[in-house]
Nanobody
Framework: QVQLVESGGGLVRAGGSLRLSCAASGFTFSSYAMGWFRQAPGKEREFVSAITRSGGSTYYADSVKGRFAISRDNAKNQVYLQMSSLKPEDTAGYYC????????????????WGQGTQVTVSS
């Protein structure tokens, strides 16, 4: 069965960095674009970043552009989110997901989700 398992979250001070990982299994990883979303308490889940099947194209929300970098390793069935210059407003649960779609920016285009990993940024 399809499984997506995130790791790498934690508590970090503002200005710090974290690297999130998402391990995929149960499907042909290289056949799907992958995305990262986040959800803070009381807020809707929002798009953070996405990467195409080959990794040749990447997309970012304006709020994280220049600070976050998405990448993938199709040989290891992993997708990563390198987060730098973290701000308190980046505090949220971070979720990876897969999409068969060519539109990456809304959660309803994604069919499987991980359980999430918490990122907390202190000021």
């Amino acid at each position: 069965q399809v499984q997506l398992v995130e790791s790498g979250g934690g508590l970090v001070r503002a200005g710090g960095s974290l690297r999130l990982s998402c391990a995929a299994s149960g499907f042909t990883f290289s056949s799907y674009a992958m995305g990262w979303f986040r959800q803070a308490p009381g807020k809707e889940r929002e798009f953070v970043s996405a990467i195409t099947r080959s990794g040749g194209s990447t997309y970012y929300a304006d709020s994280v552009k220049g600070r976050f970098a998405i990448s993938r390793d199709n040989a290891k069935n992993q997708v990563y989110l390198q987060m730098s210059s973290l701000k308190p407003e980046d505090t949220a649960g971070y979720y990876c997901a897969r999409t068969p779609s060519l539109y990456y920016f809304t959660s309803n285009e994604y069919d499987y989700w991980g359980q999430g990993t918490q990122v907390t940024v202190s000021s």
